[in-house]
């Protein structure tokens, strides 16, 4: 009898406990916490900015059920590592990992948390994940199409300065995506017979020596590939382009915000605001491997007139008419 009533008692005291545990995360005191990884992109910046407000659409908002853990390596990408492993350290119940070195340095950190990604250029050829459709594992999010840019980029430099005849081009070897990326502006270059200064841009360093390598050959104009590197220095390069009156297409519009002349590339504000979508999923319970990656789908042109005023550049009526923004 004694074994009777002691089982009788054990029930009962287990489901409570599966009930208190149920109603813990539930709760609606719970307070999530998001690890935030960039590089080249401030917190301060409008992507970020758009992840945040986008996640306080959906109901999550910091300083009442949301902790927001940023960091940033800014153009010194060797950090990375490190950050995504001081990141992890804090346990956050999701990890949002910035650029295709930010979502490498996310994946070798951990297995387990659930990883978006955002502003990733190639997320299946750099290796983070083995398809768009099926990324499995931990990992999910949203990616750029970097490669398909490359050429249209320099088309549509090509279109606004007729009489270019040499372009420099700033890429990086350490970049994975520039090798094919650098493929497609020489096969665009080759169509609309450009030269290419190609100048390979790894870090910070080497932007003095591109500035002079730039001012020696007297190129007609610059194009920048989308890189980590070029866009936390993207101040200093639009300064040189501005001080050179060297027409420049950028990869991203917070370039020409800042006064570069033209962009064209993903709207990372949309990517950005797409990966808080994710978010939202996998805190309700979705599995990050089992989400496909959605590809970037709206792509601006955005050109500063006042900037090609001060260059002395009439912009051709056909690519204002085309340009998704234009800045005066």
């Not at 992507?47 to 940023?70: M, T």
């Not at 650029?99 to 290796?127: E, F, Y």
Request: charged share 20%; net charge positive.
């Amino acid at each position: 009898m004694m074994k009777l009533g002691t089982a009788r008692l054990v029930v009962p005291a287990f489901l409570l406990l599966i009930a208190s545990l149920a109603a813990e995360a539930q709760a609606p005191g719970k307070v999530w916490r998001v690890a935030v990884l960039t590089a080249g992109i401030l917190r301060s910046e409008a992507p970020v900015r758009a992840l945040e407000e986008r996640l306080a659409e959906l109901g999550y908002v910091e300083g009442r059920n949301l902790v927001i853990d940023f960091r940033t390596a800014g153009a010194e990408i060797d950090r990375l590592p490190a950050l995504a492993a001081e990141l992890v350290g804090g346990r956050p119940d999701i990890f949002v990992a910035v650029s295709t070195q930010g979502g490498m340095a996310a994946k070798n950190a951990t297995r387990t948390i659930p990883i978006v990604l955002t502003a990733v250029g190639d997320p299946v050829g750099t290796g983070i994940v083995p398809s768009l459709g099926r990324p499995g594992g931990n990992i999910t999010g949203v990616s750029l199409l970097n490669v398909e840019m490359s050429g249209k980029g320099l088309q549509l430099l090509k279109e606004a300065v007729p009489a270019a005849s040499r372009v420099a081009v700033l890429w990086s070897s350490g970049n994975r995506l520039h090798r094919e990326g650098r493929t497609a502006t020489e096969a665009a270059a080759a169509t609309l017979k450009v030269g290419l200064q190609l100048l390979d841009v790894r870090g910070s360093d080497d932007l003095p020596k591109a500035f002079d390598a730039i001012t020696r050959q007297q190129a007609d104009g610059l194009l920048l590939l989308p890189d980590s590197v070029t866009n936390a220095h993207r101040k200093p390069i639009v300064a040189f382009a501005a001080s050179r009156r060297l027409p420049a297409m950028y990869a991203f519009r917070e370039a020409v915000d800042d006064g570069g002349l033209m962009c064209y590339g993903p709207n990372l504000v949309e990517n950005f605001r797409a990966a808080a979508g994710y978010v939202d999923k996998i805190l309700k319970g979705a599995t990050a491997g089992d989400l496909p990656i959605a590809q970037a789908t709206k792509f601006d042109l955005v050109i500063n007139l006042k900037t090609a005023k001060a260059l002395g550049l009439p912009i051709p009526r056909s690519l204002l008419l085309r340009a998704d923004q234009v800045l005066e």
